[in-house]
């Protein structure tokens, strides 16, 4: 049985308070739900009683049969929609084109390099990629793909992954994404575990102007295979000089240039595997988190609708006109990760709103792209990480102000808690000032939006990521399961939701003792069988209103002297001093604590010491900041400055690498993430 202490001492304060606005005060056209009391029925009728809930709830979407039975769950296995049968695909486009909305926008994109006429940019209906995605669909069956075969996929944020993607779930093939950041190691991991014969790819991906060497990357793991793969798809994007195999390798316009248009979506059963995703760790080996269609869709198309107030442009086919404020979605996200997957392609699309890709870097060519792409689309839904707004703080206010943001309704944060100070920039100089902040929290496990508020109905608090979601018993508990209703723990989801992980692939021992394995509810783990009770491996606090705040994970819980406390709490603490851009903390040694706190900070460019007596007086400051701000005892003992920190292509900060370096000790850890491996040399090089 694995255990953790649950005696997470919190110190964040929520003193700033929002009250949700008037849908006309952010020029939407109504709020889905508009009143808590709504919300508070809706949730209690979702956990009671899920059958019925979900069940009317999945019948706005199509389904080819019908159901025996909405939910069957017995440790740690669970049975969405059993018997029936339905396809992603269908529910993402056909379903447009057949109620007669086919001539309407389904995806718009743009690339990143900007020519004399401006970018590059692709609008494309639904019934264009009915088209496109049963061409590319008919191509992988030619290419030898059978349903639930698995299809690994590495590609730039262009219209093609998403297409890809569709096409592989219009079959029933099941689809494995690879970021485009990863290198040719991670393409043979993916692709040997998930036994992948088909490989998706593109010559190249544009990046802050350069271009990153996709093919290559993929003809490095191909020859690690050893003959495994049969066929490599190429799209060509950027043109560059790459390798070619006339017996393996195939460009992608050739594929579908000879395929028809038609291509019949399979139905597949609810439990059909959708998709893996792999996650890394500090283990090194990664887990391919499954997906499967039913529950996956539904959860993806409910949670996008209420979280960021989805509603379809036409209220009928053949309208003339859209409906006053159209929508435009912006999901800021790369597809290769669960939040692409669920908030670029399958959520949204099955909603009927248009859903925005941007191909590139925020800051090229210059840092006001974001804002730039937000008023040219009139985009009013945006929904991007922390990291990239600290990113935006740091690059000045001045790149926002010079653009109308005014059509931007919703405003949302993922991927990792987010500081108050940065929620606060993003509320005042993104959202006017009144545009309601969605502070998400879920994982690649949970394949859906778990903790969040609502924008029409919740008051919101800086740092919160809010209440459970419709559906999601989440609590705060001890070792053994007990709940705490108030005060901190461990975060845990108590039953099923339709979008949880049906395991880890090829690796059901695993899959038990990393989720289902912790919480020894009725003695289950000491008797042996797995807990009733999912480990999120977040801790977290709850509010006397019962609002949800993620202190890190349980792993990045410090115990100094006797005292733990999260990691988030002191970087929130440090950011919030004026000086400060951006910080990760981590545990370190010490000889008479046990373990102390060691801080690494970024600093704005007006802030930089110009000497050591400075930097000597800068770090004093802190401390006294953070000893202000939380107590004495989270006082940093190491403070290191530093231009930059060690974080993977996505922008999430690798603070497992950070330990190392806290430590003194040589980094023996996967580091092919790592977007800039001369941050993590420098890092090294002040030891």
Not at 37 to 57: K, L, N, Q, W
Not at 204 to 217: D, F, M, Y
Not at 222 to 233: E, F, N, Q, S, T
Not at 394 to 400: A, C, I, L, S
């Amino acid at each position: 049985m694995t255990t953790h202490s649950t005696t997470n001492e919190s110190h964040t304060a929520a003193d700033r308070v929002f009250a949700p606005p008037a849908a006309d005060d952010v020029g939407a056209d109504r709020w889905l739900i508009d009143d808590a009391a709504t919300y508070e029925r809706m949730h209690a009728e979702s956990v009671a009683d899920p059958a019925t809930f979900y069940g009317t709830i999945a019948k706005e979407l199509h389904w080819f049969n019908d159901w025996d039975s909405v939910v069957e769950f017995e440790s740690p296995d669970a049975v969405w929609f059993k018997g029936a049968t339905t396809n992603l695909c269908q529910n993402c486009v056909d379903r447009h084109v057949a109620d007669g909305f086919g001539d309407e926008i389904g995806l718009i994109w743009e690339g990143e390099p900007v020519g004399t006429n401006g970018p590059e940019v692709r609008a494309l209906s639904y019934a264009e990629l009915q088209k496109d995605i049963s061409r590319f669909a008919n191509a992988l069956k030619t290419a030898g793909v059978r349903e639930s075969d698995v299809v690994t996929i590495y590609m730039g944020m262009v219209p093609e992954l998403a297409i890809a993607c569709l096409a592989c779930a219009r079959i029933g093939a099941a689809h494995s994404v690879i970021f485009g950041g990863f290198a040719a190691h991670s393409i043979v991991d993916r692709g040997k575990d998930a036994s992948s014969i088909v490989i998706v790819t593109c010559d190249g991906a544009w990046r802050r102007g350069s271009i990153v060497p996709l093919k290559a990357n993929v003809d490095e793991a191909v020859a690690v295979l050893d003959g495994a793969v049969d066929k490599v798809i190429c799209l060509k994007r950027t043109n560059n000089d790459i390798g070619w195999d006339d017996s393996r390798d195939i460009w992608w316009h050739v594929a579908v240039e000879a395929e028809p248009d038609e291509c019949p979506c399979a139905e597949l059963d609810s439990e059909a595997t959708a998709f893996l995703l792999y996650t890394s760790g500090s283990t090194g080996k990664p887990k391919g988190i499954k997906h499967t269609v039913g529950g996956y869709m539904v959860h993806t198309y409910l949670t996008s609708k209420y979280v960021f107030n989805m509603i379809p442009g036409l209220d009928e086919p053949n309208r003339d006109a859209p409906l006053p404020n159209g929508q435009v979605y912006w999901c800021t996200a790369d597809i290769g990760w669960i939040t692409g997957h669920s908030y670029i392609v399958y959520g949204p699309m099955a909603n009927r709103v248009p859903t925005l890709m941007y191909e590139g870097a925020p800051n090229f060519p210059e840092a006001d792209r974001f804002w730039d792409i937000v008023e040219r689309h009139k985009v009013t839904q945006f929904y991007t990480a922390p990291t990239a707004i600290r990113a935006f703080m740091k690059w000045g206010d001045e790149h926002v102000t010079k653009h109308d943001l005014s059509s931007l309704q919703v405003l949302g944060s993922v991927g990792e808690p987010i500081n108050p100070e940065a929620w606060m920039w993003y509320r005042t100089h993104i959202g006017r000032g009144v545009c309601p902040i969605v502070d998400t929290w879920w994982q690649t496990e949970t394949g859906g939006q778990m903790l969040t508020t609502l924008p029409g109905v919740h008051t919101t608090k800086p740092g919160s990521c809010g209440l459970p979601f419709f559906g999601v018993d989440a609590a705060i508990c001890e070792d053994d399961g007990t709940e705490i209703p108030e005060g901190s723990g461990l975060l845990t989801i108590r039953k099923p939701w339709p979008s949880m992980l049906r395991g880890i692939y090829g690796d059901r021992d695993r899959f038990i003792e990393t989720y289902w394995n912790t919480f020894d509810v009725d003695g289950a783990v000491s008797e042996g069988r797995p807990s009733p009770y999912y480990l999120a491996g977040d801790g977290a606090q709850r509010d006397a209103d019962g609002y949800f705040w993620i202190t890190g994970r349980s792993d990045d819980v410090i115990n100094v002297s006797g005292h733990r406390m999260g990691t988030a709490e002191v970087e929130s603490s440090l950011v919030a001093h004026p000086a400060v851009v951006e910080a990760a903390v981590v545990g370190m040694p010490h000889e008479i604590k046990g373990t102390g706190i060691a801080a690494f900070v970024t600093l704005s460019p007006e802030s930089a010491p110009a000497d050591k007596h400075a930097v000597e007086a800068l770090k004093k400051a802190l401390r006294t900041h953070v000893g202000d701000e939380i107590g004495a005892i989270a006082k940093p003992d190491l403070i290191r400055f530093t231009d930059a920190l060690p974080k993977t292509r996505s922008g999430k900060i690798m603070r497992r690498l950070l330990r190392d370096i806290a430590a003194g000790r040589e980094t023996s850890q996967d580091t092919t993430t790592l977007e800039d491996k001369s941050v993590l040399e420098k890092l090294r090089g002040e030891d």
